[in-house]
């Protein structure tokens, strides 16, 4: 082989090796699955800042409450971030073989209540329909906030988990229907209030500062979480988006895109 050949071949290798070495160096990739609003809006905010970091990030966006943890137990997702502890601790409860934990406290969306038919709680009469959201977690928030609220009465006050047997007065006697909290705001003029999630009534453009007729204060438990799985959990491309969702950029984005309605937790 004459020297041109092996140089030629050894340039060949050369490159060979660095296309390699390319791979081998290319960004880490996640698959977060979330709700659109406000989770999917700001794990798209984040993702220029974890591209610069080495992370790939697809947001897999879901309009439900079950999907994202069933996708994150079946491994089709490396985490979620849409849900809040009592929701999680629920979601467990039913689950066997669930493997998700809890990587980051992330913001709060403070739960309230809105009428298409009334404008102050004075105003709703005896007998009114009230819609509240059907998983365990959120329709114990509700009638935590109702109470709070002065439309019923609890036997403790304390009690997330409160269901409506747990209602010791109802003293307009309030017809209180359970539904699927994604279809809350579609059906808001067909009842005399509903106590909507604040994810889906921005996604409705209700302004829940404005709009609602008394809302959960910022001091609110439900912190929205970021979870991974607990295979995952302490990669290094999930502590990075850990840090993005919990750093000063997120805690501005909050407060100039949603004005109150969506606040930090970090």
Do not use: C, W
Request: glycine share 4%; net charge neutral; hydrophobic share 45%.
């Amino acid at each position: 082989m004459s020297l041109t050949l092996r140089q030629l071949f050894a340039a060949a290798f050369g490159t060979l090796t660095l296309a390699a070495g390319s791979v081998a160096s290319a960004a880490d990739r996640l698959v977060i699955a979330a709700t659109p609003v406000p989770h999917a809006e700001i794990l798209e905010f984040v993702k220029p800042m974890l591209a610069k970091d080495g992370v790939e990030l697809e947001v897999k966006v879901f309009t439900d409450y079950v999907q994202p943890s069933m996708q994150t137990n079946e491994k089709r997702v490396d985490g979620n971030f849409f849900l809040h502890q009592p929701y999680l601790d629920a979601f467990k409860q039913k689950q066997k073989n669930d493997i998700q934990t809890v990587v980051a406290k992330v913001h709060v969306e403070p739960l309230g209540a809105y009428s298409g038919k009334h404008k102050a709680v004075a105003d709703i009469p005896e007998g009114a329909t009230v819609a509240i959201p059907n998983d365990p977690s959120n329709s114990g928030r509700a009638l935590l906030l109702m109470a709070k609220n002065g439309l019923i009465t609890l036997k403790d006050l304390n009690n997330i988990s409160a269901t409506q047997k747990d209602i010791a007065e109802n003293p307009k006697k309030l017809k209180i229907r359970e539904l699927e909290a994604a279809t809350l705001p579609r059906i808001l003029n067909q009842v005399d209030l509903a106590v909507i999630n604040t994810n889906y009534a921005i996604e409705a453009k209700l302004n829940p500062l404005k709009d609602s007729l008394f809302i959960e204060d910022a001091s609110s438990p439900y912190a929205n979480l970021l979870v991974a799985r607990e295979d995952n959990a302490g990669s290094p491309a999930i502590k990075k988006l850990a840090a993005a969702l919990n750093s000063p950029e997120v805690k501005q984005f909050l407060a100039d895109k949603y004005q109150g309605a969506v606040v930090p937790a970090f």
